[in-house]
């Protein structure tokens, strides 16, 4: 996957772990309005049903974006990760 498409992946991933943390909470706080203004009121098991969607789906995004986010490849390299540096190896403590 290209740089773009994984920016893209853990944009996503952010975005739909908040709106899905929110509903939750506010599902949790407000039993009796309906999560998500009822888009997940077919989930059987009620409350507690649509409840646990919203944290899987929360927990995945997370997970996702997460990923993504470890695969990025950084757009700077580091000035002491060079192979070229004459300090290569030295931790930055006593120089040698």
């Given amino acids: 996957m290209r740089k773009g498409g994984h920016v893209a992946l853990e944009a996503t991933g952010m975005v739909i772990t908040a709106l899905a943390a929110q509903a939750v909470i506010r599902g949790l706080l407000n039993p ?6 009822g888009i997940v009121t077919w989930v059987p098991g009620g409350l507690t049903g649509q409840m646990i969607l919203l ?6 995004a997370m997970v996702l974006g ?7 490849e950084p757009t700077t ?3 002491g990760n060079s ?9 930055g403590g006593i120089r040698g």
């Fill in 32 to 37: 009796d309005s309906e999560p998500l203004w």
């Fill in 55 to 60: 944290g899987f789906i929360a927990l995945v």
């Fill in 66 to 72: 997460g990923w993504s986010h470890t695969r990025k």
């Fill in 77 to 79: 390299e580091r000035s």
């Fill in 83 to 91: 192979s070229n540096s004459s300090n290569s190896g030295n931790s």
